[in-house]
Structure formats: structure tokens, C-alpha cells
């Protein structure tokens, strides 16, 4: 009998949110290379999105215009499939916050590796998560 292939290792889908082209690009360009990316600038998108994709993580900048990151991602947990919820933020008033959200917080500037690890992270808790739904 022949040895079974190894399968391939998986390819999370993550969504990035964020109305500053700039930042979604560089944030691209850290992620794309460990994550199947996609990129939107704007939070009503990102719920199309989100509504008829299958992304394992989703994050988002806080403050755009029309709905918050903190909304986007409330709304995002209340998706039937579980994903990992982010939320990337430029202001301090998050740092040491203690909350009850399905989300977790970076405040920017963000480091890449750490950007990657977390959502690494979040997308194989995801992944456990779906498994028990099945």
C-alpha cells in the first residue's frame, strides 16, 4: 500500500477592514504570505463579505466612517460560523481595558510577526470551533 500523501497545510481566509488604503495594503503585504487575504474599506462591505464568504478571521480598524470596528466585529460574532474577531486600533484608550467582547485588540503602530501570530491563532481557535459545531 502506497504512503498517504500529507495534506496541505491549511490556508486561512482572513478580512481586513480599514478606510486608509495605506495601512490595508501594508497589512496585506505582512499577511499575504501565510493567509489567503481580503480587503475592503469599509465595515458595510465587510459584512457582505463576511455574510457570503467563509473567513476564519476578520480584522478590522476601529474608527471608520458609518459603523465602528467594535460593531463590525459584534456583528460578525453573530454569524452563524465562528471566526476570530480583531480589532486594530490607533487609540490608547483600549490598552489595559478589561472586556467581556468576542474580540482582541492591537493597538498600532502593529507589528507584523505579531499581527501573523495572533491571527494565526485566532483562526485555528476558529477552526476547533466549527469542528465542534459539525
Not at 504512503?3 to 496541505?8: C, E, W
Not at 469599509?42 to 466612517?65: I, K, Q, T, W
Not at 466585529?73 to 481595558?97: E, N, Y
Amino acid at each position: 500500500m502506497p504512503p498517504k500523501t500529507p495534506a496541505p497545510p491549511t490556508r486561512y481566509k482572513v478580512l481586513l477592514v480599514d478606510d486608509d488604503s495605506s495601512v490595508l495594503k501594508s497589512m496585506a503585504a505582512a499577511l499575504e504570505f501565510d493567509f489567503d487575504v481580503t480587503s475592503c474599506n469599509s465595515a458595510a462591505r465587510a459584512l457582505e463579505l463576511l455574510r457570503n464568504g467563509d473567513f476564519h478571521v476578520v480584522c478590522s480598524d476601529y474608527s471608520m466612517p458609518g459603523m465602528t470596528g467594535i460593531e463590525l466585529l459584534q456583528q460578525a460574532s453573530a454569524l452563524p460560523q465562528p471566526m476570530g474577531c480583531l480589532l486594530v486600533t490607533g487609540s490608547s484608550v483600549f490598552i489595559g481595558s478589561k472586556s467581556d467582547a468576542d474580540y482582541y485588540v492591537l493597538v498600532k503602530p502593529v507589528d507584523p510577526e505579531r499581527l501573523g501570530a495572533l491571527i494565526l491563532q485566532l483562526a485555528r481557535t476558529a477552526e476547533v470551533k466549527r469542528g465542534a459545531k459539525r
